[in-house]
T-cell receptor
Framework: GAVVSQHPSRVICKSGTSVKIECRSL??????MFWYRQFPKQSLMLMAT?????????EQGVEKDKFLINHASLTLSTLTVTSAHPEDSSFYIC??????????????FGSGTRLTVV | AQSVTQLDSQVPVFEEAPVELRCNYS??????LFWYVQYPNQGLQLLLK??????LVKGINGFEAEFNKSQTSFHLRKPSVHISDTAEYFC????????????FGTGTRLTVIP
């Protein structure tokens, strides 16, 4: 079945530095990638949607200059948290969807990245 | 716009007992419905989905769900739970046309008690 690889699984960084999270679709072409943020004991909040070769569409309240999303190929999307601060600490999850109707391709999730900013 | 309500934030149940996790949704358009399971510090795994056809959908790990259009519900059930079913469960919907992102409920924490 479809597999999405997300790296790193855990990262600790110093305040003010940038962190890049990668999300790769291993056996299908992901025309659309979704990036979610999940706070402890809460649901997933959609941050942005990216289509290959296009600029990402950010949800209201999400700073696009802080959370840079690149979807340069059909198998790779990256989320860069720039100038990270402790309040950016969270669990970030990517999801990929292939071509065609959602019903046939579904959504495949990465295993998530636990970001801790100290 | 779409919204998903999971009425129970926590559900404790004894091992080998049946369980039902409730999900109701609101949408002005037709939707596809999903149930996902999340284990600690992991991503989401698809349990089952309703696209069309039979309203009773069977998924992995012995779970099933029934779509009830009149009640806009998609409750998840399992006749006999195991310790390994302890996890967070999310109900989600997406419009059948147009916007293609998932809208999630707030999740239900299922705890299976030995």
């Amino acid at each position: 079945g479809a597999v999405v690889s997300q790296h790193p699984s855990r990262v600790i960084c110093k305040s003010g530095t940038s962190v890049k999270i990668e999300c790769r679709s291993l056996d299908f072409q992901a025309t659309t990638m979704f990036w979610y943020r999940q706070f402890p004991k809460q649901s997933l909040m959609l941050m942005a949607t990216s289509n290959e070769g296009s600029k990402a569409t950010y949800e209201q309240g999400v700073e696009k200059d802080k959370f840079l999303i690149n979807h340069a190929s059909l198998t790779l999307s990256t989320l860069t948290v720039t100038s990270a601060h402790p309040e950016d600490s969270s669990f970030y999850i990517c999801s990929a969807r292939g071509q065609g109707p959602a019903s046939y391709n579904g959504y495949t999730f990465g295993s998530g990245t636990r970001l801790t900013v100290v | 716009a779409q919204s998903v309500t999971q009425l129970d934030s926590q559900v404790p149940v004894f091992e080998e007992a049946p369980v039902e996790l409730r999900c109701n949704y609101s949408s002005s358009v037709s939707v596809y419905l999903f149930w996902y399971v999340q284990y600690p510090n992991q991503g989401l795994q698809l349990l089952l989905k309703y696209l069309s056809g039979s309203t009773l959908v069977k998924g992995i790990n012995g779970f099933e769900a029934e779509f009830n259009k009149s009640q806009t519900s998609f409750h998840l059930r399992k006749p006999s739970v195991h310790i390994s079913d302890t996890a967070e469960y999310f109900c989600a919907v997406t419009p059948q046309t147009g916007a293609n992102n998932l809208f999630f409920g707030t999740g239900t924490r299922l705890t299976v008690i030995p």
